[in-house]
């Protein structure tokens, strides 16, 4: 135990809500703090505790003056020791679960607060782990995150991905590196819904693959029916266009703005023997449905998957503009009787925002539809109940 008189006291001011923090909320927000010139003085990521107003122990916080978020919880246990046994238990707890979801190791294997490390993600590839510390407090411990990560999980490659927006509002930089291993020198295959996917871990997207949309993609898959045609609109790698042709859809095309990424979804098709059933068109996704939409093309499955429109407060209004947009492009695309998948993965548009969004674009394309199913992220990206941001994916799927 570390002796509590040798860590800093940081203290709620009166207003702030403590019973929501005892209750398991993870974060403190800088106006909830007293911030006085100690305060403000100590080191982005230092750890200290945490007081309610009437000087009682709240828990072991880590501290950051640089950012809105202010303190994250560490542990209930004030006097807790951060080191390499502590990291190895929450990932121990964190692998559990995952083994108990998935017969191959390619997973998210931790997902920030919700599995006990705030900010920080770990993606999994088979024997590669790819870590995105997105917290200062992590990021000197990363020697002792990286050994304990190795131990418990048996990786022999850890990568760190340093592109995450909110390393700079957390003051951090932007180098990637290697913390143990090798990088590996070509594209990862992945399994999923009956596809191989490529996974570039290094110089590809976030951790390289998106693995919370694969429930969605299983989900959609089955609704393109057996030789139907798909249109996967923002497809990144293919997601959902590969996994609907693994479930017998006859032709499936991938629209995004990224060669890159279209060369690993057609990668992908090769590896998973889709490639006589599968083309790409790379363009401005917003341009291509004009195009098509123009053309007269109607597909069975037409799915969009964008970036996050609305990634703060401050976009939320110019992103669910931009969603409305995608509705109302989208839905000429679909044949009568068809589908349509429309995705979020802003933070800031929540379920509500989102779906009236999607539905004036339908409305605006003079279409009508059903909602079929709203899906979220997969179980690897289980959700802290008294976190809303951590249940930021929504998928609508509806039948025009």
Known sequence: MTALFSLPVIRLKPKANARA???GFPWVYADELVTDRRTQALAPGVRAVLEDAERQAMGLFAVNPLSKIIARRLDDDPGAVIDRDWFAARLARALSLRERLFDAPFYRL??????????????R???IAVVQPNAAWVEGLLPDLTQALCETTGVTTVLKNASGRTRSLEGLDDASGVLAGQVPDAPVPVPMNGAVYLADLTGGQKTGLFFDQRPNHAFAARLAGQGGHVLDVFSHVGGFALAALAAGAGQARAV???AAALDLARGGAEASGLADRFTTRQGDAFDVMTDLGAGGERFDLVVCDPPAFAPSKQALEAGLRAYERVARLATP???PGGFLVLCSCSHAADLPKFRAACLRGIGRAGRQAQLVH????GPDHPLLPQLAETGYLKALVLRV
Do not use: C, K, M, Y
């Open 374 to 377: 709203t899906g979220g992220a």
């Open 21 to 23: 923090i005892r209750h």
């Open 333 to 335: 695309l679909v044949a």
């Open 256 to 258: 995004d703005g990224s």
């Open 125 to 127: 590839f088979g024997d």
């Open 110 to 123: 931790v997902h920030a607060e919700a599995d006990g490390l705030p900010g920080v993600v770990i993606d």
